[in-house]
């Protein structure tokens, strides 16, 4: 079956650096990709919505400057998380949709991400 | 065992029972749900899906009851069993949203030997 899959699975970085995300469909091209962010015990947040080709849409209180997307391919999507603070400590999981039906939607495995 | 939604994050069970997990949603204009499986450090899981012209939906051991008129959604597991354990989430899905999905707050279930 289609598989998305995100790299890394698990990261830790100092605060002040930037952390690239990728999430990848591996065999259906994704038109649309989603980004949501989870806290410990807490539910999925949207982020933002990327197109391939196009600039993402962002969700209400996210920074886009802060949370960069990238859909560059319609099987890959990147966010970069710069300036990284603890307080963006997360899991951080995509979704892709495509596949040629409107509920053919898959989550990635999600990111630990650790702000030191 | 039954869970009263957002009143109650965790529902616990004993193996072999059956779970009910509800939910409820605000936005009349929803016309997707769907109910997805959470195990601790992974993404979420497709469990079972139901449009919003359906009462009812049955898959493996699984059944989604969509009640509108009270904007109720429920999930029920049959004979619960240990790997049932996890958090489970609905998420439902706007008309003309743009396939984005919304998702409840959770409910933790955990099976009792």
């Known amino acids: 079956g289609a598989v998305v899959s995100q790299h890394p699975s698990r990261v830790i970085c100092k605060s002040g650096t930037s952390v690239k995300i990728e999430c990848r469909s591996l065999?259906?091209?994704?038109?649309?990709m989603f980004w949501y962010r989870q806290f410990p015990k807490q539910s999925l947040m949207l982020m933002a919505t990327?197109?391939?080709?196009?600039?993402?849409?962002?969700e209400q209180g996210v920074e886009k400057d802060k949370f960069l997307i990238n859909h560059a391919s319609l099987t890959l999507s990147t966010l970069t998380v710069t300036s990284a603070h603890p307080e963006d400590s997360s899991f951080y999981i995509c979704?892709?949709?495509?596949?040629?039906?409107?509920?053919?939607?898959?989550f990635g495995p999600g990111t630990r991400l650790l702000v030191l | 065992g039954e869970s009263v939604g957002l009143h109650l994050p965790t529902l616990s069970v004993q193996e072999g029972d059956n779970s009910i997990i509800n939910c409820a949603y605000s936005?009349?204009?929803?016309?997707?749900f769907i109910w997805y499986k959470q195990e601790s450090g992974k993404g979420p899981q497709f469990i079972i899906d139901?449009?919003?012209?359906?009462d009812k939906r049955q898959g493996q051991r699984v059944t989604v009851l969509l009640n509108k008129t009270v904007k109720h959604l429920s999930l029920q597991i049959a004979a619960t069993q240990p790997g049932d354990s996890a958090v489970y989430f609905c998420?439902?899905?706007?008309?003309?949203?743009?396939?984005?999905?919304?998702f409840g707050t959770g409910t933790q279930l955990k099976v009792e030997l």
């Open positions: 065999d259906f091209q994704a038109t649309t």
């Open positions: 990327s197109n391939e080709g196009s600039k993402a849409t962002y």
């Open positions: 936005n009349s204009a929803s016309d997707y």
């Open positions: 998420a439902e899905k706007i008309t003309g949203g743009g396939n984005k999905l919304t």
């Open positions: 139901i449009r919003s012209n359906m």
């Open positions: 979704r892709a949709l495509g596949g040629g039906t409107q509920e053919t939607q898959y």
